[in-house]
Structures are given as structure tokens and as C-alpha cells.
């Protein structure tokens, strides 16, 4: 079987051509440069960019495949959730597609092809899911912050998200607070690695509480009131590289702690994490940490998979149509409230 599939529930523009479980081809069109300069996507702008990069961006992912348009066998996209009107985009393109051309169509949950994209790996990426074990799985992005127990594959439950701004936002705003470009958390990543994680002493909240939910508005709040006491400190290069390993620190020992610790309550061996914060190398070498201490296997999605990427959403696709998943509704419309189930 040969697939494609689009990805557009944000501001990336992405296509992909899957078979057998191998991806051949994979184009992402980002759009980071355009929303910068308002520091935060604009929804009226990402669509534009949409509309304008996804014939292109698909005819490339195809043309680096080896393959026609009338090859592919079936078809897939972001279904939700995202911003209503990116995911029109790429999912009314996808459903065209697989209606011309006769084909299959599955419209595919953006959070859950994240829970399973540690198990894709190697060059050219291809999924391991005959390596799949049950786990609790971290999601963790610039929208969304969610702990899952993965019990079998393709079975899930949610144990708990945030109730406010989400890990990603909160690097983005305090990155704002500090005066630093959008988006901030990259930025924060490169300037903590020469920083004194130690020297100042953010909340870290919800952290000694049992549940599985996150918050993180009042660490933004804290940061907010910290430069307004201490301004001068941002006129500092090491007082703001400290600063910045300071308030990454915070964030990483809560996303760590429970996640550590919802493992442990459920018995599972192996933790996983993905989304786009999932990029930062603290995070990364923590989450390595702590699992190496209490005898967790740990997957850490692919840097190129922890961004929104149509990689990921064709090999779930391609894995639900292989056990029978089919939604072959070309009329169906975008769920951009999607709740993961």
C-alpha cells in the first residue's frame, strides 16, 4: 500500500508518502518565520500560507517518493484538533484527493499519531510497533500538555492534561517576559545550556500533587513579577542565560516528576514522550535520567517527528486501515475540539 498524508491543524504545512510502514518521503513547510514578527501564529495567516504550500509541498513529497498520484492507494489527514480553519485546508485537500481518485480515507487524530510517533525510528524512518510495549506517554507541544497510559497499541486512555497554559506556551511567554523572539523556547534551550539552573528558584506547580494534571500559568505569573522586581538583570548575558536555565528547569522537573510518577502507580517498563517541546535537550536528558534511575525503558520521538509532520499521521493511518479502521466519509468535516479518547 502506498500512502499520503497531509498535516495542516497548525502553521506547518506538511505531506508524506508511506508504505509498509517506511516512510519515503516526508516535506514540512514551516511557517515560524511569518508568525515571528506578531510572536504567535495568526490564524488568517497561517491558512494563506496553507493554501499556498500544500500543492507544492505534495507534488515534492510525491516527486521524492518515486511516485504518481494515481499509485497512492489510500489517503489520510488531520482530522483535529487545531485551528479550524489550517485544518480545513489539508483535511478538504485530502478528502478531494481520495474522492477523485477513488481511494480510501481516514481522517487521523493529531494528539494520538503524537503518542505513537516514538515508535518510529531509523533512516528512512519506519515504525517499530513490533517493538510496542504499554506505557505512560508524555505529549507535550506549544497547545497541549497530556499524560496517556498507552495499555495496548491503539488502546489509550488520558490521565490528565493541563488546566491552563500549556509547557510550550509557558516557554513562549516567559521567553516573551524576557524580551526573546517567538518562538522562545528554542531559544531558552540554547541560552539554558551555558546557564546556573540552580540560581534562581521558580514554583514548580502541581508538583507534590497526586493527580496527573499540569499548570503552568503560575510559574509565568512568578516570572512576570520576578522582572518586575529585578529588570535590570535582562541587561545581564549571564544573568539571563541563568534565568533562562532557571525557568526551563522548573518546567522540565514538573514534566518529569509526573510523569515519573504515573509510571511508577501503573506498572509499566516503558516511558515515551513526543510533541514539539519535546525537542529540548533538557527535557530529553532528564526524562533519560530519572528513567535510567527507577528501571524504565524510555522512546523519545525523533527530533524531525516531534513537530506537527504528516509522517506521523500516515503511519497511525496506514496502521488503522491495516486492523480494519476505515472512515471512508469524504464529506466529513474538521473536529477542531477533538478530544483524545
Not at 510525491?62 to 489517503?75: F, K, N, T, W, Y
Not at 489527514?77 to 485537500?93: D, E, F, I, S, W
Request: charged residues 20%; negative net charge; hydrophobic residues 45%.
Amino acid at each position: 500500500m502506498l500512502l499520503l498524508a497531509f498535516e495542516s491543524s497548525c502553521d506547518e504545512t506538511s505531506a508524506a508518502v508511506i508504505r509498509a510502514g517506511t516512510v519515503l518521503a516526508s516535506e514540512v513547510s514551516s511557517q515560524i518565520k511569518l508568525h515571528a514578527e506578531y510572536g504567535g501564529v495568526v490564524p488568517e495567516l497561517a491558512v494563506r500560507e496553507h493554501i499556498r504550500n500544500l500543492l507544492p509541498v505534495a507534488t515534492l513529497a510525491l516527486e521524492r517518493a518515486g511516485v504518481s498520484p494515481h499509485q497512492i492507494d489510500a489517503v489520510a489527514a488531520t482530522q483535529g484538533p487545531g485551528l479550524p480553519a489550517a485544518l480545513m485546508v489539508g483535511l478538504k485537500a485530502a478528502q478531494a484527493f481520495a474522492f477523485v481518485q477513488r481511494k480510501p480515507f481516514i481522517g487521523v487524530h493529531h494528539h494520538e499519531a503524537h503518542l505513537y510517533s516514538p515508535w518510529i525510528s531509523g533512516q528512512p524512518p519506519r515504525e517499530a510497533f513490533d517493538e510496542f510495549q504499554p506505557n505512560v506517554s508524555l505529549i507535550v507541544s506549544g497547545g497541549h500538555t497530556m499524560l496517556v497510559h498507552v495499555e495496548s497499541e491503539l488502546k489509550h486512555r488520558v490521565l490528565g492534561g493541563t488546566i491552563d497554559d500549556a509547557a510550550g506556551e509557558c516557554f513562549d511567554k516567559t521567553g516573551k517576559l524576557m524580551g526573546l523572539a517567538y518562538p522562545a523556547g528554542p531559544i531558552i534551550d540554547r541560552l539554558a545550556e551555558q546557564g546556573n539552573a540552580a540560581l534562581f528558584d521558580f514554583p514548580r506547580p502541581l508538583i507534590n500533587d497526586p493527580n496527573d494534571e499540569f499548570s503552568f500559568s503560575g510559574l509565568k505569573t512568578s516570572v512576570r513579577y520576578f522582572l518586575r522586581d529585578n529588570p535590570r538583570l535582562l541587561d545581564d548575558p549571564v544573568a539571563l542565560r541563568d534565568l533562562c536555565a532557571s525557568v526551563q528547569a522548573a518546567i522540565v522537573d514538573v514534566l518529569v516528576t509526573k510523569t515519573i510518577r504515573a509510571a511508577k502507580r501503573l506498572g509499566v517498563r516503558y516511558v515515551t514522550a513526543s510533541g514539539g517541546v519535546t525537542c529540548n535537550r533538557a527535557l530529553r536528558r532528564e526524562l533519560l535520567a530519572r528513567c535510567q534511575k527507577h528501571d524504565f525503558q524510555l522512546r523519545l520521538a525523533e527530533p524531525s517527528l516531534c513537530t506537527d509532520n504528516a509522517a506521523m499521521i500516515g503511519i497511525l493511518a496506514e496502521r488503522k486501515l491495516a486492523q480494519g479502521n476505515l472512515v471512508n466519509d469524504y464529506d466529513g468535516e474538521i473536529q477542531p475540539g477533538w478530544v483524545l479518547g
